[in-house]
């Protein structure tokens, strides 16, 4: 598999999740994916982001950063929205937040087999620190 092959099918995978076509996601997660080192497999992966999409309705995936290099994608995803209740532990309850996600991906079989996610949780906590005079 070659980079422009990895950049096509994970644009093609971010392209399913903002369309929230999660009957699809099996083109692109494989059966024994593992995230953060916690093993989900594709129904899994799915019941995630079904409550991603619950938690934050306005869930937008926006690639500010790819790079490629067989097996494995790196990416920068830049978010802006308004969860409703609480999100990572933050009291955000439908304040538009921006934040961003550095994301590895390690593919097998042209599938997602490995997803190691951080989320710039600091940032959010900024956004919603009080603001002081």
Not at 29 to 56: C, K, T, W
Request: overall charge negative; hydrophobic content about 40%.
């Amino acid at each position: 598999m070659t980079d422009t092959d990895l950049r096509v099918i994970y644009r093609d995978y971010i392209a399913c999740l903002n369309a929230r076509e999660l009957g699809s996601l099996g083109k692109f997660v494989h059966p024994q994916a593992r995230h953060n080192g916690r093993q989900f497999g594709v129904s899994g992966y799915r019941d995630m982001l079904e409550n991603d999409y619950r938690e934050i309705p306005d869930l937008f995936f926006d690639i500010d950063l790819l790079v490629c290099e067989p097996p494995h994608v790196a990416s920068r995803i830049r978010f802006d929205c308004a969860p409703k209740g609480e999100f990572l532990g933050l009291p955000v309850n439908g304040r538009r937040i921006s934040f961003t996600e550095n994301v590895f991906y390690e593919f097998r079989d042209g599938k997602i087999l490995n997803v190691w996610s951080v989320i710039d949780k600091a940032a959010i906590e900024a956004q919603l620190a009080p603001v002081k005079s």
